[in-house]
């Protein structure tokens, strides 16, 4: 299956701080990825989908101004969260669509725990 | 209701024997059937999808759909402890819903 890394793997911060996680697509185009976020025995949770060269589209109740999303290019995307709080500790998935594959199937990268304290 | 619903179980099946997963969905327009298995602290791996009624085997592994009762099934032959997982199901129309997850053990 295609390969999406996700970098860092895991993130310690102070309440306030802003946090980088990148989702890379390594050796497929991704023009749309996903971000979802999981907390503990829960489902995924979609926050936001990120199309290549144009904004995102953020599910109801994400706050796009806390949850900055970028996608400069066909294998990058980052999901800032900004003035973190601990409310936020999660573990942050993100997934890129397979354009032109069999069924356009979604592959997920590693994920990334953050923990605010 | 739920857009997609699973059994959050857990599911307990001796080694060797078949696992069955289920879920329903509740859009009729949906089009792609996807399953999942997530380990703790993990993200989901796919394992298998299916878009056309009926079923797709794939190893010990076969899904079943049934879009007229809104029904996805994966069935798990053989199982073995290595299989001890969270299944996701995920259903996609105009965007892809997660289940929020049965969880499987097989007892070695």
Known sequence: GAVVSQHP?????KS???VKIECRSLDFQATTMFWYRQFPKQSLMLMATSNEGSKATYEQGVEKDKFL???ASLTLSTLTVTSAHPEDSSFYICSARVVGGLNNEQFFGPGTRLTVL | QKEVEQNSGPLS???GAIASLNCTYSDRGSQSFFWYRQYSGKSPELIMFIYSNGDKEDGRFTAQL????QYVSLLI???QPSDSATYLCAV???KTIFGAGTRLFVKA
Request: aromatic share 8%.
């Open chain 1, 9 to 13: 793997s895991w993130v310690i911060c």
């Open chain 1, 16 to 18: 306030g701080t802003s």
């Open chain 1, 69 to 71: 999303i970028n996608h």
């Open chain 2, 13 to 15: 099946v001796p080694e």
């Open chain 2, 66 to 69: 049934n879009k007229a009762s």
């Open chain 2, 77 to 79: 032959r053989d199982s």
């Open chain 2, 92 to 94: 996609r129309g105009f």
